[in-house]
Structure formats: C-alpha cells, structure tokens
C-alpha cells in the first residue's frame, strides 16, 4: 500500500511540475502593433484559436472578417467580439473549406466588396480519424485542412499585393513531424484507401500546411506578401468534435489539465500576423511566438 501511495504521489509531483513547466514557458506575443485601417480575413474564427485570433485583430482596430461556415454561430461570435472590444468594423461572410465553390464565392465577395487585404489567416480545421470525400472528391479533412487554404490564397493573391505589406499565415500543428506524405499517400488520400494509421490525414494536411507556405515563400519572394506556417502547440479548443469518444474524452482531459488554453495557443498566429520586427520572414515556421526549425518531414521540396 505503501509503495503505491509513493508511485501515486510521485506521478502527482511530475504531473504539476510538467504543468508548471508548460505555463512558465509559454511565451504571449507582446507586440502593441495597431491594426486600424487594416483588414484581416480569418478562416474559422468563430470559435477555438480562430476566434481568440479575430478577437485580438479586433481590439487592435482591423476590419476583421471572420469566414464561417454556420452563419449562427459566426453571428454569435461577431456579435461577442464587438461586445469586447467595441469595434464594429467586425463582419462574417460564409464559407464551407469542404466546398471549392464556397472558397471562390468567398474570394470573389472579398475581391469585390473589400478595398484591401492586410492579412490572412488560413486557420480553420477538422481533426477526425474518419474518411470521407467531399463533393469535389477530395479527402474531406486535406480539403478543409489544406486544400481550401491553398486555393483561398491564391484566389486572393492580387489584393494581398496591393496591400503590402501583408501576410498569409498558414495554421499547422506539431503533429505534422509524424506525417508520412508521399506521392503514394496523397492519392490514397484522394481516394480514401489510405492504408490507416492514427490521424495519418489530419498529419498530412497539417505537414501540407507547412510544405506550402516554404514553396510559395519562394514564389512571393519581393512581392512584400509573405508567408508563414505556424504551430500553437497542443489547447483546449473544439478541434476533436467530430473524433472518437475516447479520443475527445482523452484530449479535453489531458489539454485542459495539462496543455495550453485557447488564448495561450493561438499567441502564435497572432504573433505571425502582427509583429513588426518578422515583417520581411517568409516561408518560417514559428511555435511558441517563436522562430523555429521546420520539421525534416516539410524540407523534402
Ligand atoms: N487545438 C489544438 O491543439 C491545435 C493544435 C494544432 C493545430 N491546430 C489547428 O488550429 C486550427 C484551429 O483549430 P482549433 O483548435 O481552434 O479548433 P476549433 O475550435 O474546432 O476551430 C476550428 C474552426 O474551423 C471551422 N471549420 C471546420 N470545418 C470547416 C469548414 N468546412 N468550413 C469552414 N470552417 C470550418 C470550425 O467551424 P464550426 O464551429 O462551424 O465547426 C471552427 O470555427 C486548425 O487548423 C487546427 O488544425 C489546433
């Protein structure tokens, strides 16, 4: 009995010094940047690390929009983010990323009604352990994780121009280090055999995030739009609705305990958005509103 106790004990101790170790060490961007005359498109931003982002944009002054696809919940959202900030220079405009048409009516709305583009965040996502394909017949979680970002970006590449200097944020996740993209696996994706491992897809998407923002860093090389990948470590958001009991039960205990809240993980993406002395990095990838080593599975060009 004893000696259980002492394991118990034990496991306590390394648990709240793990939790002590992850909160002093998550860094806040502290950047004062003034966002007023500025207008940020954020994908996803009603809810999680979307919402805290559109939040942050708001209380700096931008026209934020926030691209949704559930017009009560983004109404909703719209509707707090004013209450907090006092802006109301804050609209929604519907978009489904499981849609291609969606994505191009939605570019095509912007491209139209909105005199310039500051900054785009390509945040919204799925996480499930499921196969599907959307109607375009595209993997369901690479279309909404990746595909729609892709084709946002560049539906929307010319206002960004006029706009510079801007920038095109791209949301990935730590867990693109397990990835196991390849040509092989991109098709099986595209036709849903993907011979199964745990959240193989949800890898993939996110390593495409990452993949991405370095080739178009490239081809936007001069053009004053840059683009970055991020990661926001692991939070407390509504990222495994759609996944197994087990797995969300899972996640939302060790998250909550353990892990970042939604306002410490999206610190990162805002800090890519935002902050002046990273104007002129692209094609970086940043954790913890820091600058850090792209994963071995995003170098391979
Ligand atoms: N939380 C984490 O630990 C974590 C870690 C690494 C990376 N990320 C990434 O962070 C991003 C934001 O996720 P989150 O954690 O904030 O999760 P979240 O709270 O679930 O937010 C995801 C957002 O994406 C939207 N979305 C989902 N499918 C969509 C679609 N077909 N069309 C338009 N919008 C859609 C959701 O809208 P609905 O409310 O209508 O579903 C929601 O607003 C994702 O790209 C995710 O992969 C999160």
Redesign the pocket.
Known sequence: MASFLSVVLVILILAILFKLYIKLSVKRNGSYVCLTGKTAVI????????YITALDFAKRGARVIL????GD?AEEAVKKIIAATNNKNIVYKL????SLKSVRNFAQDIIENEARLDILVN?????SDEEGLTPDGIQTILQ??HI?GFLLTHLLIDKLKKSTPSRIIM?????ARFANLNLNTLRDLNTATLSRRFYAMYYNS?LCNIAFAIEMAKRLDGSGVTINAV?????T???V?DAKLWVKFGFNIF?SLFLYT?EE?AQTQIYASVANEIVNINGGFFGNCNRIEVYKTAKDS
Not at 43 to 50: D, E, I, P, V, Y
Not at 231 to 235: F, Q, T, Y
């Open positions: 994908t996803g931003a009603n809810s999680g690390l979307g691209g949704c696809r559930n919940k978009v489904d990323c499981a945040n919204a996502g799925i996480s909404v994780n729609s949301v990935a996740s730590p867990t996110k990661h926001p470590g692991v939070a958001t509504e990222i609705r998250t939604a993980g």
